[in-house]
């Protein structure tokens, strides 16, 4: 069974510039998690996209957006990047039915630096 | 989300049994709970979850005290595979699927 895909693996930017990051989920997975890593902050939750609507919402800035389609892929994108936006963006999957139980699985991620 | 609390890092010899521990005095009732362990340049990576009783699967066994305040992640034979970060995280089972709420974890070393 395939897993969580992320692409790109690595990204490099500019200040100022926008970027969209991709994100499949295993094969019948509905609900799609977006989290960001850095090293001084750790893993923090962006949103959270079930049936092509943000069901959970972090607190990042209204610059963080994403979005999923009908086939569950999700998409998030930032507009105007700062330096401050230099991590690591994780997309994790889950079935996504109630209940707070179920494991959320993960991607290795894609690598956005800011120059 | 109830907090917990994890030891920054730990060491085993390769082989030897790990515990990892998690302290969540604040927990409720119907919080379960969940670990998962990042290994270096990879995403997090499930582990195992519970609720009040023990639980055994085929990567670890996690051990929960009586009283729900602590619990224990319990590697049977540690390998340098092991080598990891390990975050104990509570969720709430009335709440939907909520997001995962990541501490800094214990910072496992494995030892040849």
């Known amino acids: 069974k395939a897993g969580v895909t992320q692409t790109p693996r690595y990204l490099i930017k500019t200040r100022g510039q926008q970027v969209t990051l991709s994100c499949s989920p295993i094969s019948g997975h509905r609900s799609v998690s977006w989290y960001q890593q850095t090293p001084g902050q750790g893993l923090q939750f962006l949103f959270e996209y079930f049936s092509e609507t943000q069901r959970n919402k972090g607190n990042f800035p209204g610059r963080f957006s994403g979005r999923q389609f009908s086939n569950s892929r999700s998409e998030m994108n930032v507009s105007t990047l700062e330096l401050g936006d230099s991590a690591l963006y994780l997309c994790a999957s889950s079935p996504g039915s109630w209940g707070s139980n179920q494991p959320q699985h993960f991607g290795d991620g894609t690598r956005l630096s800011i120059l | 989300d109830a907090k917990t609390t994890q030891p920054n890092s730990m060491e085993s010899n390769e082989e030897e049994p790990v515990h990892l521990p998690c302290n969540h005095s604040?927990?409720?009732?119907?919080?379960?709970i969940h670990w998962y362990r990042q290994l270096p340049s990879q995403g997090p990576e499930y582990v195992i979850h519970?609720?009040?009783s023990n639980v055994n699967n085929r990567m670890a066994s996690l051990a929960i005290a009586e009283d729900r305040k602590s619990s224990t992640l319990i590697l049977h034979r540690a390998t340098l595979r092991d080598a990891a970060v390990y975050y104990c995280?509570?969720?709430?089972?009335?709440?939907?699927?909520?997001?995962?709420?990541f501490g800094k974890g214990t910072r496992l070393s494995v030892i040849a």
């Open positions: 604040t927990i409720s009732g119907t919080d379960y």
């Open positions: 995280i509570l969720r709430d089972g009335n709440s939907g699927n909520t997001p995962l709420v």
């Open positions: 519970g609720l009040t």
